[in-house]
T-cell receptor, first 114, second 111 residues
Framework: EPEVTQTPSHQVTQMGQEVILRCVPISNHLYFYWYRQILGQKVEFLVSFYNNEISEKSEIFDDQFSVERPDGSNFTLKIRSTKLEDSAMYFC????????????FGPGTRLLVL | GESVGLHLPTLSVQEGDNSIINCAYS??????FIWYKQESGKGPQFIID?????DKRQGQRVTVLLNKTVKHLSLQIAATQPGDSAVYFC??????????FGQGTTLQVKP
C-alpha cells in the first residue's frame, strides 16, 4: 500500500540553526500539507501546497518557514532559524484532490530545539 | 472562530465492549469530516469519513454519525480490542483542504 514517508525520524538542533524536514508524498497525489503537533496537543495545520505554490498557510507559518518541491518526489519544510517553541512533531500529508478527500499522513519527524 | 472539539479527554472501556467517542464542531459550513487514529509515536491514520449530506456511515467495526443540527460527530467502535487503544481525533476540512483537528480522546481498552 502506498504511504507517505518522512526523514529524518528525529532531529535535534540548536536554537537559531536551520533545519530541513523531508517528505515523499504518495506518488499520484497532487496536494501536499505540513502539520505540526506539540507534545500532548492537537495536530495543527501549517501549510498546503499545490502546483508549486502555497495554497493556504496558518498564522504559525511565518517568514521563518518555507516549503519546496525540489523535484518530482520530495516535499520539504525548512525552518530558517529555529526557536525553542518549534519543538514538535511535524507531519507531512498528501491527497489526490483538496477539499473532500482523505489526507494520508506520514510517520512524522520529531524536532527538538535546544 | 474555528474549532473542532471532543467531549472527553479519556475513555476507558472493557475489551469487547462498544466505544463511543464524541466530537463537537463549530463551523456549520464544514462539509467533510474525518476520524483519525493516532498511536503513540506515529502519524494520524485515517479511520472513516463522512460528508455533510449523510448522517451515518459504516465501516468495518466502526460507524460515524453526523448530527448537523447540533454540530455533533461521533465514532462508534464495535467490540473494542486492545489494538484500538490510541488517541482519536475528529477533523473537518475547509474548501482548501486544510484539516482542523479537535483535541483528541484517548481510548484505553482494558483486557
Amino acid at each position: 500500500e502506498p504511504e507517505v514517508t518522512q526523514t529524518p525520524s528525529h532531529q535535534v538542533t540548536q536554537m537559531g540553526q536551520e533545519v530541513i524536514l523531508r517528505c515523499v508524498p504518495i506518488s499520484n497525489h497532487l496536494y501536499f500539507y505540513w502539520y505540526r503537533q506539540i507534545l500532548g496537543q492537537k495536530v495543527e495545520f501549517l501549510v498546503s501546497f499545490y502546483n508549486n505554490e502555497i495554497s493556504e498557510k496558518s498564522e504559525i507559518f511565518d517568514d521563518q518557514f518555507s516549503v519546496e518541491r525540489p523535484d518530482g518526489s520530495n516535499f520539504t519544510l525548512k525552518i530558517r532559524s529555529t526557536k525553542l517553541e518549534d519543538s514538535a512533531m511535524y507531519f507531512c500529508a498528501s491527497s489526490e484532490t483538496p477539499a473532500g478527500e482523505t489526507q494520508y499522513f506520514g510517520p512524522g519527524t520529531r524536532l527538538l530545539v535546544l | 472562530g474555528e474549532s473542532v472539539g471532543l467531549h472527553l479527554p479519556t475513555l476507558s472501556v472493557q475489551e469487547g465492549d462498544n466505544s463511543i467517542i464524541n466530537c463537537a464542531y463549530s463551523n456549520s459550513a464544514s462539509d467533510y469530516f474525518i476520524w483519525y487514529k493516532q498511536e503513540s509515536g506515529k502519524g494520524p491514520q485515517f479511520i472513516i469519513d463522512i460528508r455533510s449530506n449523510m448522517d451515518k456511515r459504516q465501516g468495518q467495526r466502526v460507524t460515524v454519525l453526523l448530527n448537523k443540527t447540533v454540530k455533533h460527530l461521533s465514532l462508534q467502535i464495535a467490540a473494542t480490542q486492545p489494538g484500538d487503544s490510541a488517541v482519536y481525533f475528529c477533523a473537518e476540512t475547509s474548501n482548501t483542504g486544510k484539516l482542523i483537528f479537535g483535541q483528541g480522546t484517548t481510548l484505553q481498552v482494558k483486557p
